[in-house]
């Protein structure tokens, strides 16, 4: 796995003086590894977490929410298919948040994601959250008219109150024992333009290829802007953001996986010790079990 020094690198707990620029899409630390090498450590950590997550659904104490956000093309869908590949379906969700409908959008922001927080012992991870309400929503001002809130609490304010509330609302899920692990894709510009372009050019992808997010592209700058706000205002010591170079799909693999083990082994989960009474029990049926071998008629054997 990657070395701690590494995932700090990326980490930001106080974002009061960060700057998206002093973090390079491109970076990957000095590290020059070919593909199978990368994919092999990469096996590595799914290795890792797998075990670590069996912990965490046997304990069935705490639970934990993944968070991505990222520009389109960042590499959101691959990190969840390869970091993921290795957990058991059974104690995993991925929910992708689109444009809200009309029934969400009678509700407060945060409303539509808590229905979908994970249970004790399982992981859930959001493709898109609550974080949009943040930043598409800001970069488009209409979108806001539309949510049908009181002319009196949309003024200057919003975005900070905003920030307050997404703070309040992660440090009562750490309260209630869910662990928040926050991932921003830092993606360039200029690598989202080779993997739109690619995307066009190979029919296999052309479905992923999508008119409006070139569009979105003319937005870039209110994006970076809104991006680097909502890191300062939101990065706390208990819900950090990771702020994590994309351009290179590899090691943004590597550093999400190694930032999910490192974050489970510090909270260490265990199986759950089975008492005495159940012990006794246990061997009792496992007793019952291999005198079912004993009891059973022989077969004859067949004539020759």
């Not at 590494?6 to 973090?23: M, P, S, Y």
């Not at 702020?243 to 265990?270: C, G, H, M, S, Y």
Request: contains cysteine; hydrophobic residues 40%; negative net charge.
């Amino acid at each position: 796995m990657l070395p701690d020094e590494i995932i700090k690198t990326f980490r930001i707990k106080k974002g009061k003086k960060f700057q998206l620029a002093d973090i390079e899409p491109g970076d990957t630390c000095g590290l020059d590894m070919e593909k199978d090498e990368a994919k092999d450590l990469l096996a590595t950590g799914v290795k890792r977490l797998r075990d670590l997550q069996e912990r965490l659904y046997a304990e069935g104490r705490w639970s934990v929410l993944i968070v991505l956000q990222a520009m389109d093309a960042a590499g959101k869908d691959g990190a969840i298919e390869h970091v993921m590949s290795g957990i058991n379906p059974q104690g995993c969700d991925v929910t992708s948040f689109k444009v809200p409908g009309p029934v969400e959008l009678r509700h407060d922001f945060l409303w539509r994601t808590v229905a979908k927080l994970p249970e004790r012992g399982r992981i859930g991870i959001f493709n898109r959250s609550y974080y949009e309400e943040v930043l598409v929503v800001r970069v488009h001002p209409d979108i806001l008219a539309g949510q049908n809130l009181p002319p009196e609490l949309i003024t200057d304010d919003i975005w900070k109150e905003r920030f307050e509330d997404i703070n309040t609302f992660e440090k009562h899920l750490e309260r209630s024992g869910t662990i928040v692990i926050k991932f921003f894709l830092h993606v360039s510009k200029d690598e989202q333009k080779r993997r739109f372009l690619e995307r066009a050019d190979d029919p296999e992808k052309h479905w992923k290829f999508s008119a409006k997010d070139v569009d979105e592209r003319g937005y870039w700058d209110d994006y970076m802007a809104a991006y680097e706000d909502m890191i300062r205002h939101t990065a706390t010591k208990s819900a950090p953001w990771h702020v994590v170079p994309a351009d290179n799909k590899w090691f943004t693999r590597l550093v999400i996986a190694a930032t999910l083990v490192e974050r489970l082994e510090r909270l260490d989960p265990q199986f759950p010790k089975v008492g005495e009474e159940d012990l006794r029990d246990m061997e009792a049926a496992r007793a019952k079990l291999l005198s079912e071998d004993a009891a059973a008629p022989k077969k004859a054997k067949p004539a020759r």
